[in-house]
Nanobody, 130 residues
Framework: QVQLVESGGGLVQPGGSLRLSCTAS????????IGWFRQVPGKEREAVSC????????YYVDSVKGRFTISRHSANSSAYLQMNSLQPEDSAVYYC???????????????????????WGQGTLVTVSS
């Protein structure tokens, strides 16, 4: 059974940092793109960042470029999202996601929807507030 387990959310002041973790079981992370989406109440789930299988190339939505860094560690079937310089607009529930592909197209092209995502994490709440 494929499962993604997330951790690392919490409350942080503006300008602070958090590190999200996502550990996968039941799949070989070497063959999956892995990344994060985020969602606030009343809005659609938004792609944040992805790291592609094979090449390891990373995608970031424009609003987080230069502040967030994604990484993957196949040895422990985990991915991480280091979030620096957090702002109130980054507050959301963050969902880890895995897709059996070699490019992060699902993250890059919102109109594709989420039907190619094969597994979701349980979500972790990030709140940026003073």
């Amino acid at each position: 059974q494929v499962q993604l387990v997330e951790s690392g959310g919490g409350l942080v002041q503006p300008g602070g940092s958090l590190r999200l973790s996502c550990t996968a079981s039941g799949l070989d992370l070497d063959y999956y793109n892995i990344g994060w989406f985020r969602q606030v109440p009343g809005k659609e789930r938004e792609a944040v960042s992805c790291v592609a299988s094979g090449s390891g190339s990373a995608y970031y939505v424009d609003s987080v470029k230069g502040r967030f860094t994604i990484s993957r560690h196949s040895a422990n079937s985990s991915a991480y999202l280091q979030m620096n310089s957090l702002q109130p607009e980054d507050s959301a529930v963050y969902y880890c996601a895995a897709e059996h592909s070699t490019t992060c197209t699902v993250w890059e092209v919102p109109t594709l929807g989420h039907r190619y995502i094969e597994a979701w994490g349980q979500g972790t709440l990030v709140t940026v507030s003073s």
